[in-house]
């Protein structure tokens, strides 16, 4: 079975609007971590944001955003206002805590934002 | 030089021939690992150095060889390889905490390898 789904292998949005991308994740570990990452055409994995399987809140870096839902097992990535440059794959990552710094990835996301 | 390094950045090379891929951080981490991207598949773990030691390898083939003389470099030599083992190769390291919201990995912009 996945560990990781992200089940949109591509997505549109219109520059400034807001997009969501979608990841659930499968484990049976109480503690673990969630990552999303960029990689641009360049082909460099640049982190996004980070979420921990025991945070209350949901976890932001500017004009990103995390949606965890525990109960559902997803933990779903927004992009608010989107940019020309968000174009890019976007990666959903899980680190399992029982696990020293095996990420696990999923397929990824192509976005392309739409001027 | 910031964050982490890789060079060279595109490699083409014969089945027969050895090559070595290089991976610098510039972090302070502790931990370094190679990644493996092929099209069309998941981002695939190959090799964990922790402290200069291997602490994982998922059962990559001999043809591949990791090397980390120190906790700021680590290699990936190359031998005999296939047209299969074309990729993108990354190279990410970490503090190497036990706790995953404090191992947070980061990138270099890989080596984009074509094994004719």
């Given amino acids: ?9 591509g997505m549109f949005v219109q520059e400034k609007e807001a997009v969501t991308l979608d ?7 109480q503690s673990y971590g969630l990552f999303w990452y960029k990689q641009p055409s360049s082909g460099e994995m640049i982190f ?6 025991y945070d209350e809140q949901n976890a932001t870096e500017g004009r990103y955003s995390l949606n965890f839902q525990k109960a559902r097992k997803s933990a779903n990535l927004v992009i608010s206002a989107s940019q020309l440059g968000d174009s890019a794959m976007y990666f959903c990552a899980m680190r399992e805590g029982r696990s020293q710094g095996n990420l696990i990835f999923g397929k990824g996301t192509k976005l392309s934002v739409k001027p | 030089e910031t964050g982490v390094t890789q060079t060279p950045r595109h490699l083409v090379m014969g089945m027969t021939n050895k090559k070595s891929l290089k991976c610098e951080q510039h972090l302070g981490h502790n931990a370094m690992y190679w990644y493996k991207q092929s099209a069309k598949k998941p981002l695939e773990l190959m090799f964990v150095y922790s402290l200069e030691e291997r602490v994982e390898n998922n059962s990559v083939p001999s043809r591949f060889s990791p090397e980390c003389p120190n906790s700021s470099h680590l290699f990936l030599h190359l031998h005999t390889l296939q047209p299969e083992d074309s990729a993108l190769y990354l190279c990410a390291s970490s503090q190497g905490s036990a706790s995953p919201g404090a191992d947070t990995q980061y990138f270099g912009p890989g080596t984009r390898l074509t094994v004719l």
């Fill in chain 1, 1 to 9: 079975a996945q560990k990781i789904t992200q089940t949109q292998p």
């Fill in chain 1, 23 to 29: 990841c659930t994740y499968d484990t049976s570990d």
């Fill in chain 1, 48 to 53: 996004l944001i980070y979420q921990g399987s």
